[in-house]
């Protein structure tokens, strides 16, 4: 038996490969096919199964591209009701594969057809168990993704049930694989590792401890932010079905010259620049937003940019591509095209540029005062550990939707946790006819090399 994480940074996703006996199945791919094939090819194995936990929201799945390239049939749990041809799995059937066994174990809760697979190693013993967006390291899935069709609450207790009666109830020994880490917003609050064991997360994961289940319902609905605009298009694609990406790829990668991309904006397109913070703030079209390649890009894009707009890709010399490919990760595939050269395409052509004042957090320390307006745009749960008195907290997801709690007569000093957060906030806000901004570059990590003092929300 050989398994494989195949994890996706910019979606903090994870893709698995499983393999015995020259057969593969893979469970939750991403909309791009080739790391599974390729995988396949290298081990001269044949695919047999995809394996779909749920209908993710956060990300289009890849798993009817594969299907059609490969013949391997698509499995989902009970409950699953698609557009497309898939086998719908009864709770606890057995597939072979090899000289292993998978169990699918349907766990309602994060959403109805929410389905783990657990893993039987050659000697039938349990090994692992591949959770989806049931369990994660150090949380749960949220159950807020089916308002106006189940509440938040119907959720939960359904969560609480598959949880006690189906995970909690494996061997401590049998490896957690999820379908999430660090950075997705389908969790509260994922922990920094990968995977982990069904043991350490009884004994450490908050939601796994011993409590009523009226008091589960009350714990993992807690605190929850909003979800990103774009996880109900993208559950909707995957309930319904995806265009090839490789046709999409074709219509959207293409080079505009000036000429077409000022049209473009002209017509109300949106520009997103996905060069590094530290190049854009030196000179960006006016009203682009800025997300970076180097950071959670798709996740971000599908947070603050909506699902309906028309868009325009400014990126570094040979990442535009790259900037248009990842884009259909999350289903954002009405990309007009990027601007052929770059910035300096617009510069070159006369056109006026903008620019963001960045400072250092010693700069910053060293001019600080009771009047000084500082905008905090990290999650409130990252503010409440520790912050700057009197810094205003608009998590950057929010941020769009919060503007008239701020002051355009005001000048703002921004930050995040390490830049790249608040050099999108920043864009944001210029882009809404804020001018009187301030980066503060670093973020807090800077700022705690200060000596401004800190507080938390218990110490405020």
Known sequence: MFIEQIYTDCLAQAAYYIESEG??????????????????????????????????????????DLSEKTGAQIIFGPLADTKYQVYNAKDEEVFELGKIKIKAL?????????????????????????????????????????????????LAGMMYESLNNKIKVLPD??????AHGPGSSCGKSLGDEKSSTIGEQKSSNYALQEMSKEEFIKVITE????????????????????????????????????EEFKKAVANGATVIDSRSKSIFEKGFIPGSINVGLDGMYAIWVGTLINPDAQLLIVAESGMEEESIQRLTRVGYDNVLGYLANGINSWTDGGEKSDSIESISPQQ?????????????????????????????NIPLAILKGQLDQLDKEKTYHLHCLTGYRSMAATSILKANGFDKLVNISEGMEGLLRTDIPMLTNEIA
């Open 23 to 64: 057969e593969a199945a893979i469970i939750d791919p991403i909309r791009e096919t080739k790391p599974y094939i390729d995988y396949a090819t290298e081990r001269n194995t044949s695919i047999k199964y995809i394996f779909e936990t749920h209908f993710h929201a956060d990300f289009v799945s890849g798993h009817i």
């Open 106 to 154: 349907h766990t309602p809760g994060h959403t109805p057809e929410s389905t783990c697979y657990l893993v039987y190693d050659e000697n039938g013993v349990e090994h692992a168990v591949f959770t989806g967006d049931t369990l994660f390291v150090g949380d749960v899935g949220r159950p807020d993704l089916l308002d106006g069709t189940m509440t938040k609450e119907e």
């Open 173 to 178: 020994n049998v490896i957690v694989y999820p």
């Open 223 to 258: 605190g929850l932010l909003p979800p990103p605009q774009y996880f109900f298009t993208d559950a909707m694609i995957n309930k319904n079905g995806s265009e090839n990406v490789e046709e999409v790829l074709e219509g959207n990668i293409n080079a505009l010259n000036l």
């Open 364 to 392: 910053f320390a060293a001019q600080i005062d009771e009047n000084t307006h500082i905008l905090d745009v990290r999650k409130a749960s990252e503010h409440d550990i520790e912050h700057i008195e009197g810094a205003i």
